[in-house]
């Protein structure tokens, strides 16, 4: 029953920092880079950890106070989701 949920974050934290990183070389080489609405939606969607991790990897938008604020801030919403939800999961 854990599997799906554990899966899914897995997924969603591995998108939110390669997603980063993708966002920092498309800002070298000043190609089309990823909104930042896109990464915030799937920071929101559990991939806080994966973006807030990428942020600091790539040392990328860590100037911005959205970022610097707003993905600590979803982790820690993240995190209190997935608490509520796990405890769900093992009621029987």
């Known amino acids: 029953m854990l599997t799906p949920l554990l899966t899914y974050l897995v997924i969603i934290n591995l998108?939110?920092?390669f997603?980063?990183?993708?966002?920092?070389?498309q800002?070298?080489?000043?190609k089309q880079r990823?909104?930042?609405?896109r990464l915030f939606i799937f920071a929101a969607l559990g991939g806080a950890l994966g973006g807030w991790t990428g942020m600091r990897v790539w040392r990328h938008k860590t100037k911005h106070t959205s970022f610097v604020i707003g993905?600590?801030?979803?982790l820690v919403v993240n995190a209190l989701c997935v608490y509520l939800i796990w405890g769900q999961l093992l009621q029987p």
Do not use: Y
């Open 71 to 74: 993905m600590p801030t979803l």
């Open 19 to 25: 997603m980063m990183g993708f966002d920092k070389g």
């Open 27 to 30: 800002a070298k080489r000043r």
């Open 34 to 37: 990823v909104p930042e609405k």
């Open 15 to 17: 998108i939110s920092f």
